[in-house]
């Protein structure tokens, strides 16, 4: 049976290659869209989301703009990472329009729709989705899960020493998803090591499109993975991983009590694991540890040829 999915995005360019992935699969089917603030401006991340659907002929799946700047922070983006659009490539101007319903609400239309059929898949700063939290506290038994790209549990972060770019925007949103939302915490500390060698994404960059625009996306940083201090060559392609995990369960879980920390100061948006159970709290969310490079790999190349 196919899993429903509702990808909440802030493209971005791994945004994007996770988006047409999912796209392709069998196993997944995109209900519906909503964009957040974060790599980029709404703005930008609500035109990039519709450019990749129109990439693959895909309008006919729904995109609602969502929250605009986290819940009280100003907001801090990635242009210098993704792009002064938020985006690389050329990806086609899109013909469609957002529907007129906000991002908050139309989320929550589709869990009182789809109900322990819908996954969300948040590969943005949570703003959305803790919104939707607040508004129906019992969001997370009525789905089937959530499933989130963010934090650096038990690895070092990319936006500050501890902590992750999503989970550094809007960390207070971070913290009301992670201790309510008993998500699937997919950090930093296996999309470092989840990565495409450049040989592969400058073979798909000889390609004609999709390809080529997907090749730009995969490319999209020269932030390389990097492994004991050095660059490794291999991209990193962060939101990927959730995709990849949905449809083959790649990664290794354990579940601890995970807090976010909120302060101004070098804790902000840095994840606490409680590893060794030394509070005695039930544990909140299920944390990513181990991936199947390989299998990871090879599912992507598969995809890529159904696009
Ligand atoms: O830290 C990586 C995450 O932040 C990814 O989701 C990337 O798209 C940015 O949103
Ligand atoms: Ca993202």
Not at 87 to 90: A, E, L, Q, R
Not at 220 to 227: G, N, P
Not at 265 to 268: A, E, L, M, P, V
């Given at each position: 049976m196919t899993r429903k999915i509702l990808f909440d995005t802030d493209p971005g360019c791994d945004d994007a290659s996770a988006l047409s992935l999912a796209l392709a699969?069998?196993?997944?089917?995109?209900v519906g869209v909503t964009t957040v603030a974060g790599n980029t401006t709404i703005e930008n991340t609500t035109r990039n989301a519709l450019s990749v659907l129109e990439l693959h002929d895909r309008t006919d799946v729904p995109v609602a703009r969502g929250c605009a700047a986290p819940l009280w922070r100003p907001l801090e983006t990635a242009e210098h990472v993704h792009g002064s659009s938020g985006?690389?490539?050329?990806p086609p101007v899109p013909d469609v329009e957002t529907i007129d319903t906000s991002g908050t609400r139309f989320m929550l239309e589709q869990v009182y729709e789809h109900g322990d059929e819908l996954t969300i898949v948040a590969v943005g700063p949570l703003t959305n989705v803790a919104t939707a939290i607040a508004i129906e506290p019992d969001l997370p038994e009525l789905i089937d899960e959530i499933a989130i790209m963010g934090g650096a549990a038990l690895c070092p972060g990319?936006?500050?020493?501890?902590?992750e770019f999503n989970f550094y925007v809007d960390p207070e949103a971070a913290q009301r998803v992670v201790r309510d939302g008993n998500p699937r915490l997919i950090g930093l500390d296996v999309t470092q090591d989840a990565t495409l060698t450049a040989e592969f994404v400058e073979e798909l960059a000889e390609r004609d499109d999709p390809h080529r625009t997907l090749a730009a996306w995969f490319g999209?940083?020269?932030?390389?993975?990097?492994?004991e201090g050095e660059l490794s060559g291999e991209q990193v392609v962060h939101d990927v991983t959730v995709i990849i995990d949905l449809i083959d369960d790649i990664l290794e879980y354990r579940r601890f009590p995970v807090n976010v920390g909120t302060d101004d100061?070098?804790?902000?948006g840095a994840v606490v694991c409680d590893v060794n159970d030394v509070t005695g709290t039930p544990p909140t969310a299920n944390v990513a540890l181990e991936v199947n490079v390989p299998a990871f790999r090879n599912r992507i190349a598969e995809l890529i040829e159904k696009l």
């Open positions: 699969s069998d196993e997944l089917e995109v985006i690389t490539g050329s990319n936006s500050t020493p501890e902590a999209y940083s020269e932030v390389d993975a990097i492994r100061g070098d804790f902000r």
